[in-house]
């Protein structure tokens, strides 16, 4: 029962070339970078990402990025980091550009073993039509476009079918854990982390607190220690501002 690996090196050793990967955060809060930065030196490569972005140049998944180590990526927002903008546009990396609540969702519905599901976000677009340009070649055309989805109507409403999500691995966040794996998140940073928590075949989660099970009252916890299969301490773990705003 208890879930904690020694070290984060230790927690992604067994990610290979070619794993998927759900990975928690929003911008820069609530990232699991003591995870990101154990598997850039770990070295695995040709990755797929799942994530509501690439973080930033430099942060994050934009470590990994820069690497040339992930292949492709399902997200919702592309800002923020020249670096994805250049892969992308220059035919290096592909690109499944996901409206940000079907993203979520997606997710959600693998951690709750639900196939599929309809939602109206995207009719009429070309998410649902198909022809969203996923990769694109070196001389600037098209080399991937999206494939033409189910639209389907209920009660006079017309709905795209979206397939659910569930990764090789999901690497999370969490403010406190205990060695059972249940975990808390704290504000902002709970953001894409449950589902992505939930999703993923092997759930890898970093902590800032560590607790002894008993500790965390089963009405506070998040994500249920089902879903996770290794637990890392990160007590001292970085935490920057992407905008800083002070009153002028």
Not at 44 to 50: F, V, Y
Not at 175 to 186: I, M, S, T
Request: with cysteine; proline share 5%.
């Amino acid at each position: 029962m208890d879930k904690v690996v020694a070290s984060a090196s230790e927690a992604v050793a067994d990610i290979g070339d070619g794993s998927s990967l759900a990975v928690g955060g929003f911008g820069m809060s609530g990232v699991p970078t003591v995870l990101i930065a154990a598997l850039l030196e770990q070295g695995a490569t040709d990755l797929e990402t799942i994530s509501n972005n690439l973080g930033i140049d430099g942060f994050g998944l934009g470590t990994l990025l820069a690497a040339g180590r992930i292949r492709r990526t399902i997200g919702s927002y592309v800002g923020n980091n020249k670096e994805f903008a250049r892969q992308y546009l220059a035919g290096e990396l592909e690109l499944e550009l996901t409206p940000q609540g079907t993203l979520a969702e997606r997710l959600r519905a693998g951690g709750a073993g639900i196939p599929a599901f309809f939602t109206p976000a995207g009719v009429g677009t070309l998410v649902a039509d198909g022809g969203l340009p996923w990769r694109y070649a070196p001389d600037g055309s098209v080399a991937v476009r999206s494939p033409e989805k189910e639209v389907r109507e209920f009660d006079g409403t017309r709905y795209v079918l979206e397939r659910a999500l569930t990764p090789d691995f999901a690497l999370v966040h969490a403010w406190k854990g205990d060695r059972h794996g249940n975990l808390v998140y704290r504000r902002s940073s709970r953001n894409f982390n449950p589902d992505c928590a939930a999703a993923g075949r092997i759930t890898i989660a970093q902590v800032e607190h560590l607790v002894e099970p008993g500790e965390i009252d089963p009405d506070a916890v998040h994500t249920h220690g089902i879903h996770v299969q290794r637990v890392v301490h990160v007590p001292d773990v970085e935490k920057p501002v992407e905008f800083r705003t002070v009153r002028k």
